[in-house]
Structure formats: C-alpha cells, structure tokens
C-alpha cells in the first residue's frame, strides 16, 4: 500500500468541502485480488499533481490485475474542469485501464461518470459500495450490464 501526498501533513479539518481552498491531494494505491485499489482525497489540484498521479497507477498496473482499476472516489473533492478533462482523456488513452470502476456517494456523480465514459468510449460503471464495484470488475460484464 501506498500512499502519496501533496502535504507532508494531514489533518481530520482538510477534509471539509472548501471550494475555495481543496484540501491537499493524498491517494493509495493497492493491488489487490484481481484489480488495482486508488482511493484519492481531496482534489488533484495542478496537472502536473495529475500526471503524478497518473504516472503512479500506470507503474503499479501488473497484467495478473487484468487492467482492472477501482477508483474509491468517496473522499475526492470536485476538481478543475481541466484536471477532469486531462483525467478522462488519459483514461481512454491508457493501457494501464481497460475496464474501471468508480465508487462515489451520489447517483448524480453515478450518472456524471457513466455519461461521460461512455461519451469517451472508457469501459466504467459507477457504484455506491466498494463491494459491488468488485462484483462488477470480476463479472466482465459491460457497463450497462
């Protein structure tokens, strides 16, 4: 298990949905029984933390993990419509993901991530439990399946 941060500290308060003020970038990254495990809270505040990030999964993408990637997104904070661009952009590109799972609170980020990957042609379905993300990313089934 790794974790990486843009703070060398983190305190329980940068948790709190400050718009104004992201709290600092940290996320894991975790291999586990047949897919790779990143959990991101915060915001990915800069392209260049973005690359990090996406440099990151890519090293630790292992073919016994079939490309299979579950994002716990629970924790994240909104970014930038640019860092949210470049993300999508990488994921539809990156052979470090051929199918992904998102898991998030609400259906309206399920429908937002749905939407937008299948607009970009990026095998991923949106979950509220990391169990049925699991479930979904073991079946092979499609997204809409």
């Known amino acids: 298990m790794r974790l990486r941060s843009e703070a060398t ?16 970038a940290q996320y894991e990254i975790e ?16 392209e260049a933390k973005m690359h990090a990030y996406q440099q990151d999964i890519e090293a630790a993408s292992k073919p016994e993990l079939r490309r299979c990637v ?19 952009t990488w994921a539809s590109s990156t052979s470090a993901i051929q199918r992904a799972a998102v898991v ?6 399920h429908r937002r991530v ?7 042609r ?18 092979g089934r499609s997204a809409a399946g």
């Open 9 to 24: 500290t983190h305190s329980g308060s940068t948790l709190m949905k400050d718009k104004a003020n992201p709290p600092p």
């Open 31 to 46: 291999p586990r029984d047949g897919y790779l495990y990143v959990a991101l809270i915060g915001a990915l505040g800069s």
């Open 70 to 88: 579950l994002f716990d997104n629970r924790q994240a904070q909104p970014s930038t419509e640019d860092i949210r661009a470049g993300i999508w």
């Open 104 to 109: 998030a609170h609400t259906s309206r980020v």
């Open 114 to 120: 749905e939407r937008t990957a299948e607009l970009n």
């Open 122 to 139: 990026v095998r991923m379905a949106a979950f509220g439990s990391i169990e049925e993300a699991e479930r979904w990313l073991r079946s």
